[in-house]
């Protein structure tokens, strides 16, 4: 537990790329906002049925809604649920919204954004 704890840690610059929804361009989050989870913000996993999902990990999202009942059937970070992510703008699934199962967990709540479902666009005045 403690080494995953250890192993978050608030990474991403100035804010001034920003990551859209691929489906109807709505503002999902800022480059400010990536996580590193377990060391990285960028994650490879197969899914139960065979899927490859390659995405990166945010702190917040104010572009998504989390749908659904937490489980944690399959999780990839141990010891959090997850929920599925979608755009609030036009309800494409953008991935998972993982949150802990325990007070001692940190952080308490992140997002796993699928990269084939955002763009990432360089802005050249960050807007919040």
């Known amino acids: 537990m403690f080494s995953f704890i250890a192993g ?46 390659d995405f990166h990990t945010f702190l917040s999202c104010p572009g998504a809604i989390a749908a659904g009942e937490a489980t944690e059937d399959h999780t990839w970070f141990p ?3 997850w929920r599925m992510a979608f ?20 952080p308490r709540r992140f997002w796993g954004i699928l990269v084939p479902n955002v763009r990432a666009v360089y802005e050249t005045t960050p807007t919040k």
Do not use: M
């Open 8 to 53: 978050i840690e608030k990474i991403g610059g100035n804010g001034a790329k920003a990551y859209q929804c691929a489906s109807c361009g709505g503002l999902i989050t800022h480059s400010d906002q990536l996580l590193a989870v377990e060391g990285k913000n960028r994650h490879f996993h197969v899914n139960p049925a065979g899927v490859e999902c």
């Open 79 to 81: 010891g959090y649920g």
């Open 87 to 106: 755009c609030k703008t036009c309800g494409q699934h953008l991935g998972w919204h993982y949150e802990a199962l325990s007070t001692i967990r940190h």
